[in-house]
């Protein structure tokens, strides 16, 4: 699976759009983008997933550039139970074989009044 | 109803103690996980199954054993616990095929083996 590369941590006023970035520069043509987030210590959660097109859910978008190098999930209104720590995954929509989910560090979002 | 279930949700127990963690779901999915949390560090798989009749194992299944007994049920069993088996445990599952991947989480069962 592609590496990728986010921010340790970030801030976010409540009601305010949260932009968090991922960086996935070694993706390939037949890997997706998810996203994921856990609250503390609960079940890490699903959030979006996308392929070369932008997605829209009731959760959040997910903006993945031309190149596909990067991509930004917004959460649109950000409220204090969107604090949790985010994760960008890369990996091919239907391996056939072992489906582990690579959790790197993720983005610990901090949701502030 | 949650639609991916954890028993227990919390746990202790004593070193060389047989126990079992129990997962069930009402996705109707096929592929099943059982995976492993340290505290501060990302989740590693211990065993999956992509229907009832399928057990593989993941990274790190050595102590570890698991059971499907149906399509619904994927149990975790720990044959001889030891302390360094303390973490959280989280069973997932993902509908697998031309249905994608995405993994829906349990509510994690907090393990400590004194």
């Known amino acids: 699976d592609a590496k990728t590369t986010q921010p340790p941590s970030m801030d976010c006023a409540e009601g305010r759009a949260a932009n968090l970035p991922c960086n996935h520069s070694?993706?390939?043509?037949?890997?997706?983008v998810y996203w994921y987030r856990q609250i503390h210590s609960q079940g890490p959660q699903y959030i979006i997933h996308?392929?070369?097109n932008n997605e829209t859910n009731e959760m959040a978008s997910l903006i993945i550039t031309e190149d596909r190098k990067s991509s930004t999930l917004i959460l649109p209104h950000a409220t204090l139970r969107d604090t949790a720590v985010y994760y960008c995954?890369?990996?091919?929509?239907?391996?056939?074989?072992?489906?582990?989910?690579?959790f790197g560090t993720g983005t610990r979002l901090q949701v502030t009044l | 109803d949650a639609d991916v279930t954890q028993t227990p949700r919390n746990r202790i127990t004593k070193t060389g103690k047989r126990i079992m963690l129990e997962c069930s779901q009402t996705?109707?999915?096929?592929?099943m996980y059982w995976y492993r949390q340290d505290p501060g560090l990302g989740l590693q798989l211990i065993y999956y199954?992509?229907?009832?009749?399928?057990?593989n194992k993941g990274e790190i299944s050595d102590g570890y054993s698991v059971s499907r007994q149906a399509q619904a049920k994927f149990s975790l069993s720990l044959e001889s616990a030891i302390p360094n088996q303390t973490a959280l445990y989280f069973c997932?599952?993902?509908?697998?095929?031309?249905?994608?991947?995405?993994?829906?989480f349990g509510p994690g069962t907090r393990l400590l083996v004194l």
């Open positions: 070694t993706i390939s043509g037949n890997e997706y």
């Open positions: 996308g392929l070369k």
């Open positions: 199954s992509f229907d009832v009749k399928d057990i």
């Open positions: 995954i890369v990996r091919p929509r239907n391996t056939g074989t072992a489906s582990k989910l690579t």
């Open positions: 996705k109707g999915h096929d592929r």
């Open positions: 997932a599952t993902s509908e697998g095929g031309t249905g994608g991947e995405t993994q829906y």
